[in-house]
């Protein structure tokens, strides 16, 4: 099964500022999706990037708040731009996975203050 | 669209109890798969099954166990003789499309020694 590396693993960071979190997988994936888990919920899907392509957000989810770079099949990074205090989340990556269905990065959990 | 339930937001047990986490579905698929995954404290994302819809033998891992019911939509999760580290939030979830998975609302389990 792939093996995603993901950092940070945390971060705090202040209010307007962005972040940049990376995902490298061991292996080359056609898709590589981002979610976003708030404290307390569930996983949600930002987007889904695919290489050489923009990515595909999902509703709620806009390119200027959160810019998503793909540029080869193994890595992928995820901004979190202009940063308050509601941003403050666990942000995943996945993969595909074609035994296990999908693989998710060990995630970055962000505060903001 | 998919949808997932997990109505049990929180359960606690005393170790050593069994415990059951209840996962019911609703897609238009014919054929689907389901995922169990299990999310600690660090927050990370542990993948624990994977079930193809053709498939409704029930699956045992260890103390594990897993019984999917296509006649009532039902993919429930039993862990047997549980243990502190058993300790986790529980997800269930179904992949829409061939892109992303929609997860429930998850279980947070609490064992207590």
């Known amino acids: 099964s792939a093996v995603i590396s993901q950092k940070p693993s945390r971060d705090i960071c202040q209010r307007g500022t962005s972040l940049t979190i990376q995902c490298q997988v061991d292996s080359q994936v056609t898709m590589m999706f981002w979610y976003r888990q708030q404290p307390g919920q569930s996983l949600t899907l ?13 509703s ?7 810019p998503i770079s793909r540029p080869n099949l193994t890595f992928s990074t995820l901004t979190v731009s202009n940063m308050s205090p509601e941003d403050s989340s666990i942000y995943l990556c996945s993969v595909e996975d074609r035994n296990l269905g999908y ?11 | 669209a998919q949808k997932v339930t997990q109505a049990q937001t929180e359960i606690s ?28 404290p660090s927050g990370e994302l542990v993948f624990l ?65």
């Open chain 2, 49 to 113: 099954i994977r079930r193809n819809s053709f498939d409704e033998q029930n699956e045992i891992s260890g103390r594990y166990s897993w019984n999917f019911q296509k006649s009532t939509s039902s993919f429930n999760f039993t862990i047997t003789a549980s243990q502190v580290v058993d300790s986790a939030v529980y997800f269930c979830a179904l992949p829409q499309g061939a892109q992303k998975l929609v997860f429930g609302q998850g279980t947070r389990l609490t064992i207590n020694p």
């Open chain 1, 103 to 113: 693989t998710f990065g060990s995630g970055t959990r962000l505060t903001v203050v």
């Open chain 1, 46 to 58: 930002i987007a889904t990037a695919n290489q050489g392509s923009e990515a595909t957000y999902e």
């Open chain 2, 13 to 40: 047990v005393v170790e050593k109890e069994d415990v059951t986490l209840d996962c019911v579905y609703e897609t238009r698929d014919t054929t689907y798969y389901l995922f169990w995954y299990k999310q600690p």
């Open chain 1, 60 to 66: 709620g989810f806009v390119i200027d708040k959160f």
